[in-house]
Each structure stands twice: as C-alpha cells, then as structure tokens.
C-alpha cells in the first residue's frame, strides 16, 4: 500500500489539477480563466522544473 | 504486476507509441503556430483591424455587407456570414464559386461591420497551410480520417503508458531524473516524468483532435438525418436566389431563440441548409454556451420561420471539442500554456523515439531491472 501511494499519489493530484484547469477553461471568463490558468501553469512549472532544472534527486 | 502482463501492456506502448510517433511529431509541430493562429495572421498583416468609428454608428445593412464581398471577389457567392466571438466590429464573409459548391476551396473576406468597408481577405496562405497539414495531412477527407486512428493509436499509447508508469516507479520517488547516470536512464526518466505530469492534457487534446477528425462525417450524419426531417417539404426546392432582407431573417431567428445571438448564416444552397432556406445559427451569450449552438431555419422567399431545434449531442461534443483542442477559450496566457504543453509532448514523443532506438536487444526485465539499478545499488549498500 504505501508503495502505490509513493507511486501514485502525485501522478492523481497533477490528474486532478488538469482535469481543474480543462473543466475551468471550459466553464467561462473571469475567475475561472484564473483558475485554469493557475491549474495548468502547475503542470507546466512541474514538468518544466525537472526538464530545465534538472532533478530532484541529483544523489543518482 | 506480473511480467507477463507487464510484458504485455510494454508491448502495446511499444506499438502504438512507434506507429504513431512520427505523425504525432507533424501534429504537435504543426499545432504550435495554430494555437497563434490569430496572433500570426495579424502580425503577418492578413488581418486588418476596424477602425474607430463615432460612437452610436449604426450597423451597415447585410446587403450592403455582401456587396462589398461580391464586389472583391466578382463572380463568387457569399454562402456564410459569420460574426467572430472576439471581433464585433467585422463580419467574415465566405465566398464561392457557385452558391451550392462545397465550401472546402472557399475564400473570406472580412468586413467592417459598421462601415461596410473591405478589411481584406481572412486568414492567411501560411497558417491556412498549416491547418490544412495540422488537420489531413494535405490529403483531404483521408488524410483526416487517417489522423483520427493516430489519434485512437495516441490514446492507447497513454493509457498503456501509465500503467507500465507504475512498475518502472516502484523504486524511484516521484520526479527522479538520474543525471548522473547513462543518457539513456536520464531519457526514460524525464520521459516517464513529463508523460505523467502532462497526462490529462494529452488525453484531451488526443481526443479533442479524434472528435475534430470526424467532423465532416458528424455534420454529414446531421444533415442526413436532422436537417433532411427539418427540410422537409422543401428538398425538391429550387434555389433561392433572391432572399427577403436578412435584418428579417436575423429578427425572426432571434424571436425563435431568446437570450441567443447570431454566429453566422447560410445562403441557401450551401452546407447546412437548403435550397430554399437562409439558416440562422444562434449561439449562447456564456462563455460555454457561446460554443453551442441552435440552427433557426427560415424561409428564404417568405421570411417565415420553418424549424428551430437543439443540436444533436454529437455536434455539441464536436463544437466543444473544436476550442479545447487549440485552448481556445481562455485568451493568450491559456493559448501560451497550451503551447507550453505541446513544447512538452514533443519532448516525450522525442525521447519515446530515442529509448527505441537505443533499446539494444535487452529484454523487459532487464530493463525493468536497469531503470532500478540505481536504486537497487543504493539500497543494498
């Protein structure tokens, strides 16, 4: 169990923050732009971080 | 996971990330500057903006609007009038060669809505090129077709994806991207990394693409069976080449749907409508509804209203789906995350490509077993 939560646990949460950012821009103007863009924004920093930042676990 | 299955669910990553990699690779290239599209015509001057006008200037008749299209395109018929969600103060007039053609070689031309003066043509040679490549590999209704079932390929490829995700994680935390290992160790890593962080995006912009690929097909299915039962009587019409004034025509569509605004009309003859029908199609005034939208039909000699009904779900999915696919609804910073996105996938598809190649002749186990290794070692020590 705590091997699947270690493996899943972000990869649901990211899931869950885009399936906010779509759900949002799909909605309308105003706030939910904001949300959305805040929502996808995340996705890309997070995967932007480790591609041009490199990783988290240097020590490998 | 058992090996055999995993061995299993790999192999169909495998096969269905390679058969669909290098047209994937067209798509998200070719997406990048379509998400600009707008952005690129105007910088590239194809768009002319409206001029300011007195405040309180009434809107130009339709009629003088088409005039002015006939009179830049001489011997073309305007088949569409549309009215742009973003731009009020033009109108884009769509012109072919004969009022029934099919409008796949149709021209536009923009109009100031307020002056009736030509704005210039619509669009551009470049991004038109681009779309046409974006959307059938320059092959019409095959080439179409045929990105549909990359696109299905691309589908299965990410649900495939995500479960041997698991089994290649079960020793790494979440984010690990072994530098200081082989090229090829950094590669599956950041593929690994990129693939999940991006998977809901990937899903619907895949199958966003899926729904657009069948969209001649879904508007051919609408207007054999709906638009037929709405036609009627009228089938056997002759064309209407003479149509009451269209104020009319946009008055009486907008008393048949309420807190609706026009989003452009056919002439009959064209898609959409009949021979003897100007078709109104009204849309919300939310941002969501705004997608959708409701076909008034009216009779082109009388002016009389004839049908007004919903959308069948399938041309609802496909409206919605249409903006979603190019994150058109949130303005520039959502069109820049979209291009961000794809910048993305272009990098999992490129190493997706690169661990192919430089898998050798080992087996899933031994690779399972050296994307652990760093890992295992550490462990053991």
């Known amino acids: 169990m705590a091997t699947f939560l270690r493996i899943w646990t972000m990869p649901f949460l990211l899931l869950a923050v885009g399936i906010v950012g779509l759900g949002c821009a799909l909605v309308g103007d105003g706030p939910w732009d904001v949300i959305s863009w805040v929502a996808m924004s995340t996705l890309v920093g997070i995967a932007g971080r480790y591609v041009i930042g490199g990783a988290s676990s240097k020590r490998l | 996971m058992q090996t055999s299955t995993l061995r299993r669910w790999a192999l169909v990553h495998k096969w269905s990330s390679l058969v669909s990699t290098i047209f994937l690779l067209v798509l998200c290239i070719t ?49 569409f009038i549309v009215w742009e969600r973003d731009e009020p103060d033009a109108v884009i007039l769509s012109m072919a060669k004969s009022p029934d053609a099919l409008p796949d070689d149709n021209k536009n031309v923009r109009v100031d809505a307020r002056t009736a003066e030509l704005l210039g043509e619509h669009g551009s040679p470049l991004t038109d090129f681009l779309l046409r490549l ?34 290649f994680m079960r020793k790494l935390d979440f984010g690990t991207v072994r530098q ?64 009451v004034p ?79 696919h190019f994150g058109d609804y949130g303005g520039l910073p959502l069109k820049i995350l979209w291009g961000l996105l794809d910048l993305l996938t272009i990098i999992v598809l490129g190493s997706g490509l690169y661990l192919w190649l430089s898998r050798g002749t080992s087996k899933i186990e031994q690779r399972l077993a050296a994307a652990e290794g760093a890992e295992v070692a550490k462990a053991a020590e």
Request: aromatic share 8%; glycine share 8%; with cysteine.
């Open chain 2, 31 to 79: 997406g990048l500057p379509l998400i600009f599209r707008g952005e690129i015509d105007r910088m590239l001057g194809a768009e002319a903006v409206t001029t300011a006008v007195l405040p309180g200037t009434p809107r130009a008749s339709l009629e003088k609007i088409i005039a002015t299209g006939t009179k830049a395109r001489p011997g073309e018929y305007v088949q």
């Open chain 2, 134 to 167: 974006h959307a059938s590999l320059l092959l019409g209704l095959p080439g179409t077709l045929f990105l549909g079932v990359v696109g299905l390929s691309f589908i299965v490829a990410i649900v495939s994806g995500v479960v041997v995700y698991g089994p």
């Open chain 2, 180 to 243: 200081r290992k082989s090229r090829r160790l950094q590669c599956l890593d950041l593929h690994n990394l990129i693939g999940i962080v991006t998977v809901s995006w990937a899903v619907t912009v895949g199958l966003t693409g899926v729904i657009n690929s069948w969209a001649d097909l879904l508007v051919k299915v609408w207007q054999y069976t709906e638009l037929t039962e709405m036609v009627g009587p009228y089938q056997s019409s002759v064309l209407v080449t003479q149509t």
């Open chain 2, 246 to 324: 269209l104020e009319s025509v946009i008055a009486t569509a907008s008393d048949a749907a309420p807190r609706m605004t026009p989003y452009f009309i056919a002439m009959p003859g064209a898609l959409l409508t009949s021979r003897a029908h100007v078709a109104v199609f009204m849309r919300g005034t939310t941002p969501l509804t705004s997608r959708l939208l409701k076909p008034v039909l009216i009779d082109a000699k009388t002016g009389a209203l004839t049908d007004t009904r919903e959308l069948p779900w399938y041309i609802w999915a496909l409206l919605v789906s249409q903006p979603l």
